[in-house]
């Protein structure tokens, strides 16, 4: 009996297929519209011949329309009903969740989650995503939009995120909020893979500029231990891979901002996942829909 999870992104759909104990990954590069991602899917299904389906997909995925009604880089899937269409067209059954959700449910089957009570996973991107996993029981919400931890507000007056809101985590924690405390420190624009090499090479305003970032993820970890009081939290993306310095950072500050007793159980850890955090967790989740 096989399975199938699937990444679905703006440029790329990451998988993971298994087949008993045997797993590959991999990555195919798509073009930004719903009939390309659907061939790239069909072509899967031909070599997996799965049982049933795991997506994991950006934004606010509606659990009870079946439709994404929110996405900043897969917009073109705002509005359809995916899961009706995915089976009725591969005739097999398919879950459909948030992929930092995803995320969560990969970390804590397959990766630094592995055998935590609660874990927590954040995916820091393009923006900054969420899941968490209690009892091994993914935590979605009544409508599929829980944990959208970038979007809780840390300053009511603060900087505009992409989402229109003013102070959310998002608009610090992320590749872009990067890109601001750089620019703040320099009055320079350069991207945020520039900064993280620039760090790396001890450019002190490009480590400043971390600094102040790794500060704010803290206060967001702070938020996050003080609400679920987790044994893990787990985090992903291009930063905390390219400049792991930035969760020793995160978590002395957490140190100091956190109470005790929750800090005292927290253990912050890097995705052992990488990329593949989402397409391994929408495979967990096609596994337990096919028992």
């Keep these: 009996m096989s399975v199938l999870g699937i990444d679905i992104g703006g440029t790329f759909i990451k998988f993971a297929g298994k087949s008993g104990s045997d797993v590959k990954k991999g990555k195919?590069?798509?073009?930004?519209?719903?009939?390309?991602?659907?061939?790239?899917?069909?072509?899967?299904?031909?070599?997996?011949?799965?049982?049933?389906i795991g997506i994991g997909i950006a934004g606010l995925y509606d659990k009870k329309t079946g439709k994404l009604t929110a996405s900043p880089n897969i917009k073109f899937l705002e509005g359809i009903d995916l899961k009706e269409i995915l089976e009725e067209e591969l005739s097999v059954p398919v879950v459909i969740e948030n992929d930092a959700s995803a995320a969560a449910y990969g970390?804590?089957?397959?990766?630094?989650g592995k055998g935590g009570k609660i874990v927590v996973c954040l995916t820091?991107?393009?923006g900054l995503g969420g899941g968490v996993v209690i009892n091994g029981e993914l935590v979605s919400g009544v409508s599929g939009s829980a944990m959208?931890?970038?979007?809780?507000?840390?300053?009511?007056?603060?900087?505009?995120?992409?989402?229109?809101r003013k102070g959310c985590l998002e608009a610090y924690?992320?590749?872009?909020?990067?890109?601001?405390f750089y620019f703040f420190?320099?009055?320079?624009?350069?991207?945020?893979?520039?900064?993280?090499?620039?760090a790396n090479e001890g450019k002190l305003e490009a480590m400043k500029a971390l600094e102040e970032f790794a500060r704010h993820l803290a206060v967001?970890?702070?938020?996050?231990?003080?609400?679920?009081?987790?044994?893990?939290?787990?985090i992903g993306g291009g930063i905390p891979a390219y400049?792991?310095?930035?969760?020793d950072l995160a978590t002395a500050e957490l140190k100091k901002i956190a109470f005790e007793l929750p800090f005292r159980d927290v253990k912050i850890k890097r995705a052992d996942l990488g990329e593949y955090s989402g397409a391994f967790g929408a495979m967990a989740l096609a596994e337990k829909l096919k028992r």
Excluded at 152 to 159: A, S
Excluded at 173 to 180: A, D, H, N, P, Q
Excluded at 243 to 247: C, L, N, Q
């Design 185 to 198: 420190l320099t009055d320079q624009s350069i991207p945020s893979s520039q900064i993280i090499i620039l």
């Design 107 to 112: 970390e804590y089957m397959y990766g630094a």
């Design 28 to 52: 195919i590069p798509t073009e930004s519209r719903f009939d390309s991602i659907l061939t790239e899917i069909k072509k899967l299904c031909k070599n997996f011949h799965p049982k049933s």
């Design 148 to 164: 959208e931890i970038g979007h809780i507000t840390i300053d009511i007056n603060g900087w505009r995120c992409h989402c229109g």
């Design 220 to 234: 967001g970890l702070m938020n996050i231990t003080h609400i679920f009081n987790p044994d893990r939290v787990i």
């Design 243 to 247: 400049y792991p310095a930035v969760i």
């Design 124 to 126: 820091l991107g393009t």
């Design 173 to 180: 924690v992320s590749s872009y909020g990067l890109e601001r």
